[in-house]
């Protein structure tokens, strides 16, 4: 078992690492208080007794396509129905839709219920569940509403790992060679960095309690310091704005977020290297390791750059009308930028 | 011109009273942000040259009915539409609705934009402008979702109060006299006490931006100490639970809010009595203070006691089933009880 805390600013907890940890899941969890499970219906084909043991489910159908307002309605009149009360505890059982999801139902409903983030799939466990970023999707973009509320706590079940598809774990995989990138950024503490254990692992024979716990350190450092992405935070969002782009344009059908991340970062450090802000050398290091792991699928752009550039221009942390860009200038370190010439964008893509 | 801080533990803003101060609004306000303004279609009628000052305005239905699931996603649509960023400003022009919509969509589009209150009617002015709760009604109940949210600060002009309805000046009368009956729960600063003040004002020619101020300063005091009503919050609902199920029982159409709230002190008034916490001086004290404003229509409760005790229990402050009851014991003082019979309420209602 691996443990760590989070210290935000609104909320300490702890997100905990163990294999088969879902098996003793009561044990982790308040016994006096009502809980409410929230999960899909996968998961309840999955692991119907774990689900069947939970008096009050709420079972939402899988899939990005339903991260929407009206899912979000259905959740909040379920629970409202069911007369929840402001001490009771809602359990968010699932990858990023039912977390994301259930979280900002936690936040919203009765003006805040507690909840207990139980991802299932890697990308969650590594990166939506940690950090109390919730929301849903709107026909103008991903997340553009929601709230920045932390869970309870993380409880992290590697065994769920095991009835997840390939695909799925390479997606984890793409944000977590993201951490592995910005390690510097984000801490100084050399036993949570990923880039030597990533440089020595066998692609076929991953320690995920380790990769999990080394992702989730990282990432709850870069919460502790700056909670609600006024400064530091962005740099977790390295590979991203390329990435929303791409899955803007290929409708979020064509690649998973892992793969349009991996996508995105080789777009940044082509563009780094192009300016000079990294060597040859470490542009070579970067992409040997997302091509390690075949994280990023080869594709041709083939929309025009000028409506790939307004793309970029619509993401929600854009300022002034200016694109934001997180880009590599140093081994494990990057760096943010607001004047990168919108020429110089166009040649990397 | 009247002015005064609120200390919230997430944010301190400023309240400016000013009569006249729409005139001067864009003084108020940061030039260089732009200005997203959400109000209604009664506002925009009683004030075009007004309304039509902002390039972005979102104008919604007016009434009650209409603060819902529904206009709160079209409020989100039409942020995202017109490319809201989130170093843009909101401002909610108009009552209670516009406010409470308002702000909870700029509590949650793009996980929180900074938002102005600029109340129009004497309820908003003294109430729901003040202490950051956001949110709207659905099929189960009044605000079961919504945010505690502040604005970055309030702005409250009493020329609008010229425009407003008799019965709407009352409405808002009845959480004023409110105030007085909790003063000394908020604040030990009798300059802002509200009861010598009332005692004496002429009910035919009252000054609003004094009781205005002392209101908002007494909110204003006990949000500081308690902005998420863990604790001392509760005294603001006096009056409340018994009103909420007033306005349940009646479809919230037979009586304004601040009548059913004067109704519901009177209540709560009597059921002190009947249990020796207060002395028949302070009962004949409080129900003539409340008959000075012709605040309380005569109304008996039509409907089965046990249903009104169940409606009671529905509220959102509720614990364990137990009904949570704010009741007087002293002149401007209140307590909180969880544990008052349901056969002494019955013997009121």
Redesign the interface.
């Known amino acids: 078992m691996k443990k760590l805390t989070v210290n935000a600013k609104t909320k300490n907890y702890d997100i905990t690492i163990k294999e088969g940890l879902i098996a003793e899941i009561l044990d982790y969890l308040q016994q006096d208080k009502k809980k409410f499970l929230i999960t899909n219906n996968t998961l309840e084909k999955l692991y119907p007794d774990l689900v069947s043991s939970f008096e009050n489910k709420i079972v939402i159908k899988d899939g990005e396509e339903y991260k929407n ?1 009206e899912t979000f ?1 259905f959740i ?2 379920e629970l ?2 069911r ?1 929840i ?3 009771d505890l809602i359990l968010a059982l699932g990858g990023g839709v039912v977390g994301d999801l259930a979280g900002f139902a936690a ?6 219920v507690n909840f207990v983030q139980i991802p299932t799939t890697l990308l969650s466990q590594v990166d939506s569940s940690v950090g109390g ?1 919730t ?1 849903f999707n ?4 991903k ?6 509320y932390q869970p309870e706590s993380v409880l992290i079940d590697t065994n769920f790992l095991k009835t997840l598809p390939v695909r799925e774990i390479k997606t984890g995989l793409g944000e977590v060679v993201k951490y592995s990138f910005i390690e510097k950024n984000c801490s100084d503490d050399e036993k949570i960095h990923l880039s030597k254990y990533l440089d020595e692992a066998d692609s076929n024979n991953l320690d995920f309690k380790e990769i999990i716990y080394r992702s989730v350190a990282l990432k709850a450092s870069v919460v502790s310091k700056d909670e ?2 006024a400064g530091l935070r962005a740099v977790l969002n390295f590979g991203h704005t390329f990435a929303h782009s791409i899955e803007t344009i290929t409708n979020y059908k064509k690649f998973t977020h892992g793969e349009a991340v991996a996508m995105g970062m080789k777009l940044a450090f082509e563009l780094s290297y192009n300016l000079n802000f990294i060597n040859k050398e470490y542009l070579d290091y970067a992409f040997n390791l997302i091509d390690k792991f075949n994280l990023a699928p080869v594709y041709k752009i083939e929309c025009d750059k000028d409506e790939y550039i307004n793309i970029m221009k ?1 993401d ?5 009308s200016k694109i934001r860009l997180v880009l590599p200038t140093s081994k494990g370190e990057v760096k943010i930028f607001d004047n990168i010439k919108e020429d110089d964008i166009k040649k990397v893509l």
């Open positions: 307002f309605e909040i009149n409202l129905k007369k009360e402001r001490k936040a919203s409903v009765l003006r805040g970023k929301g709107t026909k103008y973009g997340n553009l509403i929601g709230a920045f609600k992405e619509s929600k942390k854009v300022s002034n």
